[in-house]
């Protein structure tokens, strides 16, 4: 089975602390994405990863950033924690394989920005 | 990605067949149709996915309409850890980078009761 693991499950910060979120997954996956997800609004996705050092903006980039160092983790890096970005964050990974292969979630981290 | 539609809550009664529409039909032949739930405070899990044959694995089956605009989701042997929602997506399989995200609609709150 594919494992995606979060780091944290539960998390409080103050505005302006910088924070890192981590992901892990075990199945050697090529892609990596992370989103968050808030009531009304769905699934939006951050940023995206399809190599190691490999990256791509997605729809709601301003205030994140990312790193992959190695295949099977990636970071997500609030820079200045602001109170709207309270929210729950999820990670995924997919292999590139077929284009048809699912993404994989982690339990989600729910971030709260005091 | 074609639009779905789905009821917004069903009931099911525990040990019982739950049978979880999708309406697709504005689908096109390269969309796959995918199913994932969520348990709440929970991140979204992949249950199953198909192009135009039926698909069945440990956790459901998944029955496509000859014509491909709507599907079923079937769990066969409900059980209270299968109180979720329920989100039916259809898109391309060959997306690649941010295309390749997810977007869930509303989906479908299963209550499976005793």
């Known amino acids: 089975d594919v494992k995606v693991t979060q780091s944290s499950r539960y998390l409080v910060k103050r505005t302006g602390e910088k924070v890192f979120l981590e992901c892990v997954q075990d199945m050697d996956h090529e892609n990596m994405f992370w989103y968050r997800q808030d009531p009304g609004l769905g699934l939006r996705l951050i940023y995206f990863s399809y190599d190691v050092k490999m990256k791509e903006k997605g729809d709601i980039p301003e205030g994140y950033s990312v790193s992959r160092e190695k295949k099977e983790r990636f970071s997500l890096i609030l820079e200045s924690a602001s109170t709207n970005q309270t929210s729950m964050y999820l990670c995924?990974?997919?292999?590139?394989?077929?284009?048809?292969?699912?993404?994989?979630f982690g339990d989600g981290t729910r971030l709260s920005i005091l | 990605d074609a639009k779905t539609t789905q009821p917004p809550s069903m009931d099911c009664a525990e040990g019982r067949a739950a049978n979880l529409p999708c309406n697709h039909s504005?689908?096109?032949?390269?969309?796959?149709v995918y199913w994932y739930r969520q348990i709440h405070s929970q991140g979204p899990q992949y249950i199953i996915h198909g192009l135009k044959n039926n698909e069945t694995n440990e956790m459901a089956s998944l029955i496509i309409t000859e014509d491909r605009k709507s599907s079923t989701l079937i769990l066969p042997h409900a059980t209270l850890r299968d109180t979720a929602v329920y989100y039916c997506?259809?898109?391309?399989?060959?997306?690649?980078?941010?295309?390749?995200?997810?977007?869930f609609g509303t989906g479908t709150r299963l209550q499976v009761t005793l």
């Open positions: 997506i259809v898109r391309v399989a060959s997306g690649t980078g941010t295309a390749s995200k997810l977007t």
């Open positions: 995924a990974s997919r292999t590139k394989g077929q284009g048809n292969q699912p993404q994989h």
């Open positions: 504005t689908i096109s032949g390269n969309e796959y």
